[in-house]
C-alpha cells in the first residue's frame, strides 16, 4: 500500500518491551529513492535526545493507532550511537549504526555483520571511545571521496521541481510502499504554474537533488507533466493507476527518441 509520508509524523514507535518516543522525519537515499532511516525523538526518556533507526527493524505501521512496531528492546534504543541530526548523515556513520545493531548495511557489505568496531561485553568506556575514533579516522579516509546521498523527507518536501524546461511547482509530499520502503511518487504543487491539477513525479524522472539550491532537477519537460493523468489526493493511488502513469512517460520518452 502507497502511504504519504507525512501522515507518519508522530507516529509512536513501539519497542518490544515499551514506547520508545516518536518518529519525527525519514531519510531516504536519492540514488535508489529507498527509505533508509527513520528519526526518533525520544521525548523525556532520553533527555530529548534523538535516536536514528534502520527501516529493516520496521514492522507494519497500525494507521488507527498511529503506532510502529520495531524489532529492538528500550535498551538497545538507549544505548544506541549519538547523531546530530542538523549535519548530513556520513557512510562512516551509517557503518557505526549499522554495527551496533549488528545488521549488514543496505550498500550489500557484510563484513559489519558481526558488530565491528562496536560495544562490546566488558568494554570500558575509554576503551569503546578510542577504538571508535580510530576506526572513524579510517572510516573517514575511506570514503573522503563519497558523495552523501541520504536526504531528510522533512527537508526536501518544499524543494523547488525543475524540468527541462522550466519549472513546475515544488514537492508538497511522498508516496512511499509500506512493504520495500521505496518512494513512488513525488506528489507536486503546482499552484504557482498551473492551477487546479495535482500531478505526481516518479524519482526515475529525477536527475538529481540540490541541496544548496533546494532544488529537484528531472529529464522530463513542462508538457509531458502537464499532459500526465490528474491525481485526486483523496484516491489511494492503486496499481492501475500506476500502471497509466509508466505508460504515459514511456510513450512520451519513445515519442521524444523518435522525434
Same mark, same amino acid.
Given at each position: ?19 520508545? /518516543?516518536? @518518529? ?12 533508509? +532511516?527513520?528519526?526518533?525523538?525520544? /521525548?523525556? +526518556? ?39 541530526? *542538523?549535519?548530513? @548523515?556520513?557512510? %562512516? *556513520?551509517?557503518?557505526? @549504526?549499522?554495527? #551496533? #545493531? ?5 550498500? /550489500?557489505?557484510?563484513? #559489519?555483520? =558481526? ?7 566488558? @568494554? ?7 577504538? %571508535?575514533?580510530?576506526?572513524? !579516522? ?6 573522503? /571521496?563519497?558523495?552523501? *546521498? ?12 525543475? !524540468? ?16 520495500? +520502503?521505496?518512494? *513512488? ?10 492551477? =487546479? ?51 504515459? #512517460? ?5 515519442? =521524444?527518441?523518435?522525434?
Amino acid at each position: 500500500m502507497l502511504i504519504e509520508a507525512s501522515t507518519l509524523k508522530g507516529f509512536t514507535i513501539a519497542a518490544t518491551d515499551g514506547n520508545v /518516543g516518536t @518518529m519525527t522525519d525519514l531519510l531516504f537515499d536519492d540514488e535508489s529513492w529507498t527509505l533508509r +532511516w527513520i528519526v526518533v525523538d525520544t /521525548g523525556n +526518556w532520553l533527555s530529548e535526545r534523538k535516536v536514528l533507526l534502520p527501516v529493516s527493524v520496521l514492522g507494519h505501521p497500525d494507521t488507527s493507532a498511529r503506532s510502529f512496531p520495531v524489532r529492538l528492546t528500550m535498551a538497545s534504543v538507549k544505548e544506541s550511537p549519538a547523531i546530530d541530526t *542538523h549535519k548530513p @548523515m556520513s557512510r %562512516q *556513520h551509517e557503518e557505526r @549504526m549499522y554495527s #551496533y #545493531y549488528n545488521l549488514s548495511p543496505y550498500w /550489500g557489505n557484510g563484513f #559489519y555483520m =558481526g558488530g565491528y568496531g562496536g560495544w562490546t561485553a566488558g @568494554m570500558s568506556e575509554t576503551h569503546y571511545a578510542n577504538s %571508535q575514533l580510530r576506526q572513524d !579516522a579510517l572510516d573517514a579516509k575511506r570514503h573522503e /571521496g563519497d558523495e552523501p *546521498h541520504l536526504r531528510s523527507i522533512d527537508a526536501v518536501t518544499g524543494y523547488n521541481l525543475q !524540468a527541462t524546461d522550466g519549472s513546475i511547482g515544488h514537492v508538497e509530499g511522498f508516496l512511499i510502499d509500506d512493504t520495500d +520502503w521505496t518512494i *513512488h511518487f513525488l506528489t507536486v504543487d503546482t499552484k504557482n504554474w498551473w492551477p =487546479g491539477k495535482h500531478v505526481l513525479i516518479s524519482p526515475r524522472s529525477a536527475k538529481d537533488v540540490s541541496w544548496a539550491e533546494r532544488l529537484v532537477n528531472l529529464d522530463v519537460d513542462r508538457k509531458t507533466v502537464m499532459d500526465s493523468p490528474t491525481y485526486d489526493p483523496s484516491v489511494p493511488v492503486d496499481a492501475a493507476f500506476e500502471a497509466r502513469m509508466a505508460r504515459h #512517460y514511456i510513450s512520451d520518452a519513445t515519442h =521524444g527518441a523518435a522525434s
